[in-house]
């Protein structure tokens, strides 16, 4: 379970008092002293940073009688509605080899990126079982079909691209294999040899939605949550596109980004939920707004890098089908010692610089550990990650 060696030095009543600090006013700095036996627990709010709609909250919200719209202004206050559509370029980063490999299918053809004619794979070769772009010296792309064993149909100039369509394609990558609509391109990356490639699903952003929001929440969730989900994920991913400059894709397809699974993982309810929201974002000043959001706030959302993203009360998040609302998690002292070795033996933790906003004085900005060999400031969100807690709003307690 948990190491024998922390003891909570702090008084019963400073906890008391920082729980019920007034909004906005951050705790002072808390120290716990760690002696030679006792046990850490960490007790905490919320999953994810914080900022923007809690997925919980606007489930809660929704049962409630809330629709998608008024979810969204609730956790986007002073923003619009507006539209946006388009295609969007999707790094598929499992697919970790150079070679693009597809299943044949009705309607499978193949065409340079820099333009010219597409070709008919599934007329010019209706035997074969799989296609494949394979990357040439001097920016070129090989168009490979397999029967029995792997031939060249023809070499094309650039970069090239599979499409069928935007009927789904059956993508096979180390392990297995996915489907996905749109067209897969074998993109060469900025930096790198002329042999280098990843494959990149362009597709429309409203298919592009219905492979995300599929994984971003419980399917089965009422279905003004899912179109609230839809919406944001879609002005997430219409920001992104329009304000970052990757090169050869716009997101990625995990939670770095968005999660995103493809036609594989596309579901009838989630898929009515896109459906539904066609077109729809968020916006401020006419522009889509950088819609983030999380799985649950624990009361309090946190403040972003826009007006429209504020620290508030989060009066939907609480209920009892929230389980992140609320969490324990048990570390140890050996084990902050395995992350930070350089601390030696530890002797105290300190949490500082807290936001101000909810129980302990709110999330907290840095924690520092102090031992035998040294201090160490660390980020709360690196104290997050690497302990496996699911928010920065937390305190300790011990056994």
Same mark, same amino acid.
């Not at 507006?82 to 070679?99: E, F, H, M, P």
């Not at 060469?188 to 971003?216: C, F, H, M, Q």
């Not at 050869?248 to 995990?254: A, R």
């Not at 504020?310 to 089908?321: L, Q, R």
């Given at each position: 379970? @948990? ?27 808390? #120290? ?5 036996? +006792? ?53 598929? #980063? ?104 990843? @494959?990149? *699903? ?11 929001? +599929? ?27 329009? @304000? ?19 036609? &594989? ?17 968020? &916006?401020? +000043? ?7 959001? *999380? ?32 969490? &324990? ?43 035998? $060999?040294?201090?160490? $400031?660390? #980020?709360?969100? $690196? ?11 937390? #305190?300790?307690?011990?056994?």
């Amino acid at each position: 379970m @948990t190491s024998s060696r922390v003891r909570l030095s702090l008084l019963a009543t400073a906890l008391a008092a920082a729980a019920t600090l007034a909004p906005g006013a951050p705790a002072a700095a808390t #120290t716990w002293q760690v002696p030679g036996s +006792a046990s850490i627990t960490v007790v905490g709010h919320g999953n994810g940073h914080g900022h923007g709609l809690s997925q919980y909250g606007a489930q809660r919200a929704a049962t409630k009688g809330l629709g998608y719209r008024q979810i969204l202004r609730y956790y986007y206050p002073g923003t619009s509605s507006g539209k946006a559509g388009g295609a969007i370029k999707v790094l598929l #980063t499992a697919d970790t080899s150079r070679d693009l490999v597809v299943a044949a299918r009705p309607g499978l053809t193949a065409r340079s990126v820099a333009g010219g004619r597409s070709l008919d794979l599934a007329k010019a070769r209706p035997k074969a079982r799989l296609w494949r772009i394979t990357p040439l010296a001097g920016k070129r792309s090989a168009i490979d079909f397999k029967t029995g064993s792997w031939r060249r149909l023809t070499v094309v100039k650039g970069d090239a691209e599979l499409s069928a369509g935007g009927r789904p394609l059956r993508l096979f990558v180390p392990g297995g294999s996915h489907a996905y609509r749109g067209a897969l391109r074998s993109a060469s990356p900025r930096s790198g040899t002329s042999l280098d490639r990843d @494959t990149v *699903n362009v597709v429309g952003l409203d298919a592009y939605l219905k492979g995300v929001v +599929a994984r971003e929440v419980p399917s089965y969730w009422h279905p003004q949550a899912l179109r609230a989900q839809a919406v944001a994920a879609r002005t997430y991913a219409a920001f992104d596109r329009a @304000t970052t400059n990757r090169g050869h894709y716009d997101l990625c397809d995990t939670d770095a980004c968005q999660v995103y699974g493809g036609f &594989t993982d596309e579901v009838a309810s989630t898929s009515a939920a896109v459906d539904a929201t066609r077109g729809q974002v968020q &916006t401020k +000043a006419g522009k889509a707004i950088f819609a983030q959001f *999380n799985a649950s706030s624990g009361g309090w959302t946190s403040a972003g890098a826009f007006s429209y993203l504020p620290a508030k009360v989060d009066k939907y998040d609480a209920f009892p089908g929230n389980d992140f609302h609320d969490w &324990t998690v048990p570390t140890s002292d050996a084990r902050i010692e395995a992350q930070w070795p350089e601390i030696g033996d530890l002797t105290s933790i300190e949490t500082s610089d807290r936001d101000g906003h909810g129980a302990w004085g709110g999330r907290v900005g840095t924690v520092t550990l102090t031992g035998t $060999d040294g201090s160490v $400031d660390v #980020t709360g969100d $690196d104290f997050r990650f690497l302990l496996g807690l699911y928010s920065t709003w937390f #305190t300790i307690r011990v056994s």
